[in-house]
């Protein structure tokens, strides 16, 4: 698998801290955090329980304030940006892959993945048209119609894939992709998502536990205790472990 | 997003159904209830809206509803007659009179003896006979109701199955013969006794004598008379109340709504159907909101604004609030078609669906607030926390 990487920095943080407030206690998730993204690449972040990882992500992706440090998201400062301004950035920006998949249950896949074209003001016939597109792409052609409780996992989560890729968006944040998922099941999610994901323009942060995938990462970026310990690849890592 | 958002309502059969019938349970508690309570009202002053005629109803000042009797001295017509703006009076006889079957039935009836000479005030609307029959001997009209139900004849005099009380047929009032000239139909009073018409002065020979025979008379206005003037000059110069139709239905309303328990009993029904409402259909929706809390989330964190979740869930609760409604409504209607009048005292009046509406929405409303509230406050983030 050959990295398209270009220049391009697609998020740069800084000294990111977040601090969690409840009552009397101050809990601290980042302490001066550091990170650069690169366009075209899969960044993957690991680390224990607790580390940060999710507060980071969410900060990145403008769901969260953070409470200091600078952050530049496809040369966006999310925070500048009002709420309603922030909603609409992410909507354009930010692709979502969640563990536990959130498909609605209601609905069709089609209909799942044409969520966020609908949110962009797209009528739900052309958004469900283009969605049947990019469900054909991750391997569900012929299913658009089906409910997703006649689903498995793995499936599942191919559909929120192609919900998190239907815009277009320039960065993709996946959280815990293939942890709901059996080992191999996991594995093939991943490889989608790596092989959709990679594109020029587009970063791609994987937020994993799992270290059967960390092979198809570019980079893996090691947190702990707020920090970002150290940035490693797949063959450097190997070779520490063996 | 709304069509998704009605796709997520009615996906969710088991809890769309129960909400669905947890409002239209509430609405058909509250509107029938009410119905029935509306039409109970309406029989406490029904002689007063069968009689569209007078301008004036006269009694006596202590007279509190139609039915509490407190006959007035016959000369009470001549000085109302002799009160400027006045284009006629005319006295009335209303009480309760034994009437005696031919199979030896007794009967409480309640009689109405109307002006001789005008027959004004007499039932509005005549099924058989004619109301000027009145003026033959001993005659009587009897509502259609009573000829089928209380006055039934079990053993007709010419023998043969029991049939209906009919034209031609004898009764006898007070051990005075009464013959069946007209059937009439009327409204049911409140305690559903079957109504007489008559002549006043037949219904005077009928009833035990008294001093005072007058129940109460009824007054038309001379054509550009000042009603509230002519109402003052009554009180001045009779010493008697004067009414409007409207204003002795008003009191007689208010009498039976301020000084009976009925208010209270029918009113705790209502109460009752608007918190089944609430804790059937309201905690349905705001438990519905809750389960799909993670898809909000998600698709709040997807970029989805604050007025597109809002409109989804406003959207979610007014759909079902109608829908419910609709089918509390209809299922009311269809009972107020179904069972009889005379069995069970039922009037839907215009207000009565719109007060169960308000209900239903101030429910809706609730735990869509409620539900929205929840949806507001609800972190984006938190969709990483599974």
Redesign the interface.
Known sequence: MTPITTPEIAVRASGVEKIYVSGDTNVVALRGADLEVRCGEILMLVGPSGCGK??F??II?G??KRDAGQLEVMGQDPQALST?AR??????T?G?V???F?L????TLA?NAA??L???GMD?RSACEKAREILNYVGLGGREQSSPVRLSGGQQQRVAIA?ALVNSPKILVC?EPTSALDGATGLHVMELIAQVGRMPGRAVIVVSHDDRIYHLADRIVRMDDGRVDRIETPAARRNTHV | MPIFALKMLFGDSARFYGMLLGLAFSTLLISQQAAIFVGLMSRTFGFITDTPQPDLWIIDPSQRFLDDNKPLRSTAVQRVRSIEGIEWAVPLFKGLLVVNLPDGKRQVSQIIGIDDASLIAGPPFMLEGALTDLRKPDAIIVDERASRREFKMNKPPEGGEPRPLRVGDILELNELRAEVVGICKATQTFQSQPVIYTTYSRATQYAPPERRMVTMVLAGLSKGADQAQVIKTIAERTGLSAFTGEQFTEKTYVYWMLETGIPINFGTAIVLGFFVGVAVAGQMFYNFVLDNLKYFGAMKAMGASRKILLGMVFLQASTVAVLGFGLGIAVTSIFGLTVPNEKLAFRMTWQIPLIAAGAVIIICTASAAIGMWRVLRLDPADVFKG
Do not use: K, Y
Request: hydrophobic share 45%; no cysteine; glycine share 0%.
């Open positions: 999710t507060s992500i969410s992706a769901l969260l309603e909603t609409a950035w992410r909507l354009r930010v979502f969640f563990q536990q959130n609605i249950p209601t609905l209909e969520i966020p609908i949110l962009q739900r919900r959280d």
